[in-house]
């Protein structure tokens, strides 16, 4: 099959639904399918593999970080997707390149799918000037609306269905969890003792890491607050946040205020190499997102042998076994707080959780995620 993946958000950002797609993409090469993708450009960057078609973009400023956004208008990308001879689309996020996907797959009668990644309401704060209550209802009846036109959306959780459902979302819907190489996590030769040692902390320090970007939406200071409560009662503890983003300076500065600038450890952005050992070194990922469809960063994690204490929400819900891989909690810094210290207090717990969570991390494996977008595109195309 020839495939046309349009997303809004690519390499070399590296957040969690560029690294779905790029993994994607990988498998369905891997299985002797060809794949496309459709992205926007970024200053200075040139692509170093071929079949990515770049639309032009603009950059804006969001809390001292830089986004881009593609410019789908005027563009002659109608002639190369036809030109191509796509058996199949696939879509990414419902407005901008998810559009020009939805235009092509009517003019030229080529299959949609659509893939819902986030929970675009809890993203309204990022439409400025509009009261938050107008912006989630515009954004409801957009996502609504795009996905209704699609010939299948895909979830990847049992929650994110019936939440599809409850916003009137009648089209075809298809539970598929996301992958990750899993082995790539697994089989790391990680030297905790040196990671360690490069970050100021200690080998008998209980090292907690949690990995994002540092934006509103993922609700980092929830767990700095947290991880202030757990210090009290634990001084053997630190916490690693890894990512970059607008309220990173406020975070640094809150953990300052509340005399932990010395407690948390600010990596800024890491490459792969880097976050596989950092995980491998760490004692427990934790996870504070409202906004997940699934959280393949916890799924990480966990294949490097991490337990995860995270707040129950959807798409997380379908990845930790609470009491057995990790905990899931409310949404008190209490209750969070008491998780993990459970966890942090109990090596035997600790190692058997850690196991635990490599042999459940084993489900989110890329080739059987394959097979079944293969499949879908298949039943699709027919």
Request: with cysteine; net charge positive.
């Amino acid at each position: 099959m020839r495939i046309g993946m349009f997303i809004n958000y690519y390499t070399p950002s590296k957040g969690g639904m560029e690294t779905s797609v790029i993994n994607l993409s990988k498998g369905l090469e891997g299985s002797g399918h060809e794949v496309f993708i459709f992205a926007p450009q970024y200053p200075n960057y040139q692509d170093e593999v071929k079949n990515i078609y770049r639309y032009k973009s603009v950059r804006f400023n969001y809390g001292g970080y830089f986004y881009v956004i593609p410019i789908p208008f005027g563009s002659k990308m109608k002639e190369v997707v036809k030109d191509l001879k796509l058996d199949i689309l696939h879509s990414h996020q419902p407005y901008s390149l998810g559009s020009e996907a939805l235009k092509f797959s009517k003019e030229l009668n080529i299959p949609l799918v659509f893939t819902y990644h986030i929970k675009y309401e809890d993203y309204s704060h990022y439409i400025p000037l509009v009261p938050g209550f107008i912006a989630k209802k515009y954004i409801r009846k957009v996502t609504v609306g795009y996905s209704n036109q699609c010939d299948n959306v895909i979830a990847p959780s049992t929650a994110i269905k019936t939440l599809l459902r409850d916003h009137k979302i009648v089209a075809p819907i298809s539970i598929i969890p996301s992958g990750i190489d899993i082995d790539n996590f697994a089989n790391s030769t990680c030297q905790r003792n040196q990671i360690r040692e490069k970050y100021k902390i200690k080998s008998d320090e209980i090292m907690l890491i949690t990995a994002s970007r540092l934006v509103e939406e993922k609700n980092i200071k929830f767990i700095v607050e947290s991880f202030s409560l757990m210090k009290k009662k634990f001084g053997k503890i630190k916490l690693m946040i890894v990512g970059d983003g607008a309220v990173r300076k406020e975070l640094e500065e809150m953990a300052k205020n509340i005399g932990l600038e010395k407690d948390v450890v600010f990596t800024g952005l890491v490459d792969k190499n880097e976050i596989i050992n950092l995980y491998q070194a760490s004692d427990i990922f934790v996870f504070a997102s409202h906004t997940e469809t699934q959280g393949l960063v916890a799924v990480e994690a966990m294949a490097a042998g991490s337990p995860v204490v995270a707040i129950r929400a959807s798409g997380i819900e379908d990845i930790v076994q609470d009491g057995e891989d990790g905990f899931l909690t409310s949404n008190s810094e209490e209750e969070f707080a008491e998780k993990v210290l459970q966890i942090a207090g109990n090596e035997e717990l600790r190692k058997k959780m850690a196991e635990k969570a490599k042999e459940n991390a084993r489900k989110f494996e890329i080739v059987p995620w394959v097979e079944k977008i293969v499949k879908l595109y298949r039943s699709l195309i027919k």
